[in-house]
């Protein structure tokens, strides 16, 4: 049994082809002998038949209707010589030998001329009778046989033209087996070429692609699949980036829990076991609990309230809502802090309404965490300033300090969750690395934006954008 590859198939539909083509031969060889057949009953010349133009005297014999119908007439007598020449001469002389006229008799038989004579010999008057009409139609594609001249040579006849339809055959089998090839191979070359690259993708290789140097139909499968490569390569490239997003904020997370949490079990012990302690020790000892724990509780909320917004569910309140009035409300809430901590303020917000789709309280959250890291890693007298100002379809709020700064190479991570930029410095202040974080995801989920982009050394500003209505 045949395998059913397209090779095979191609073959298969030429070999068909061929048996086609090998009916097609025979039939038209049959069609045209049919043909000749039945063209020749129409021919000029067996209109008028030698034997019926033929008279005991030939000068009864009328040329008109001969010579009308464009043929021409001869009568060549018993010494071969012509005695009657009416028309276009048929013979180029007019006096014959022998030789000649029979040259001529054999010659007139030749299926192979462009003229067609009848020719009659009358014993009686003892002349030839040469009727001549040019051929006007002729098939010459015929088998004649003579029963009576048949070859004495029969098997030899037969071997020969055995012979010449099997290399005729052989001839047409060949072609069809290399034209199937030829065609079928430029199609299983693509296919070939399609089928290493899927297989190199299956095996985990997503920079396979395929280059079939083509603009047919197998050129759009191949562009599919380069695409489809390049999407899966991005995928699992961003799989493997969130995964290694996930561990390392898992390992931060442990590692920032750990040292609050030995501190409250150190002191927790100390408190415990300690045979004397004065009031005051026993009070410092508390006071460290207390501010670790809360240190813990902080951190444990904003991680919740972060893989709360990651969830799938997580949605905002949105309310039309005057950005203006709202941000001028918030700033009346950080001027104490701000008096509070000894910090310099500058509000800069427009009178007239813009309005915007916000979540107030979680907006509220993003301006908050923004002052309270102001005041949090700046010295006293260092001024803080939010601004507001509106382009075509967005609202502009610049946040910023003349403090001591953040890093450049921090610009692009800042917003990571656990990234700061001086460690013992933010332990110290209780910060837990996720503030600017979660700032990020509240202002992408408006279909805004927050970036950093003041350089170090000139204090921080924070620019956020919010799309108004
Ligand atoms: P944290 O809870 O530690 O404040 P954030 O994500 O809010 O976490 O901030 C990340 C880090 O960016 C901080 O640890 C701090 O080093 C730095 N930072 C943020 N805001 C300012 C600022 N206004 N001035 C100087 N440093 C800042």
Request: net charge negative.
């Amino acid at each position: 049994m045949m395998r059913k590859t397209i090779s095979n198939q191609f073959f298969l539909h030429y070999l068909v082809v061929f048996v086609l083509v090998a009916v097609a031969t025979v039939s038209a060889y049959f069609f045209l002998i049919i043909a000749n057949h039945l063209a020749e009953d129409t021919f000029t010349k067996n209109r008028y038949p030698a034997s019926a133009m033929m008279r005991d005297d030939y000068r009864f014999i009328d040329p008109a209707p001969i010579l009308k119908n464009g043929g021409s007439l001869q009568i060549v007598d018993k010494d071969y010589r012509v005695v009657v020449a009416e028309g276009k001469d048929a013979l180029p002389k007019r006096q014959l030998t022998p030789a000649e006229f029979t040259e001529f008799l054999v010659e007139s038989k030749s299926k192979d001329r462009t003229l067609s004579h009848d020719i009659l010999y009358n014993p009686q008057g003892e002349f030839w009778l040469i009727i001549t009409f040019p051929t006007s139609f002729r098939i010459d594609f015929e088998v004649k046989m003579n029963p009576k001249a048949a070859t004495g040579n029969f098997p030899r006849v037969a071997f020969i033209f055995g012979l010449t339809i099997a290399i005729y055959l052989l001839l047409l089998t060949a072609l069809t087996i290399v034209y199937s090839r030829i065609t079928g191979s430029r199609i299983t070359e693509s296919l070939r070429k399609l089928r290493d690259g899927t297989r190199l993708l299956r095996e985990g290789d997503y920079s396979a692609r395929v280059d079939l140097r083509l603009t047919n139909e197998f050129a759009e499968l191949q562009d599919t699949f380069n695409d489809m490569a390049s999407r899966i390569e991005e995928e699992i490239d961003l799989r493997k980036k969130s995964e290694g997003d996930r561990r390392q904020l898992i390992l931060d997370i442990s590692h920032d829990l750990k040292n609050p949490m030995a501190s409250i079990e150190g002191y927790a012990e100390r408190l415990l076991h300690a045979a004397t302690m004065s009031e005051e020790e026993r009070r410092g000892c508390l006071e460290v609990i207390q501010k670790n724990s809360q240190r813990a509780n902080r951190l444990l909320t904003e991680l919740f309230e972060l893989s709360q917004m990651d969830s799938p569910e997580f949605s905002l309140h949105l309310e039309a809502t005057d950005l203006c009035e709202v941000l001028r409300q918030i700033c009346g809430e950080l001027v104490q802090e701000l008096e509070r901590a000894g910090f310099d303020y500058e509000f800069a917000i427009p009178e007239e309404p813009v309005w915007a789709w916000l979540d107030i309280d979680r907006f509220g959250r993003v301006v908050h965490n923004l002052a309270d890291n102001a005041v949090r890693y700046n010295p006293r007298g260092t001024t803080v300033s939010v601004s507001l100002t509106v382009t075509d379809d967005q609202a502009m709020i610049h946040f910023s300090d003349n403090g001591i700064g953040i890093p450049t190479r921090l610009k692009g991570d800042i917003f990571k969750p656990f990234v700061r930029a001086d460690y013992a410095r933010t332990f110290e202040t209780g910060g837990s690395g996720l503030g600017l974080a979660i700032a990020k995801r509240i202002t992408e989920a408006h279909g805004g934006d927050v970036v950093l982009c003041s350089s170090s050394g000139k204090g921080s500003t924070f620019r956020m954008t919010i799309p108004t209505i």
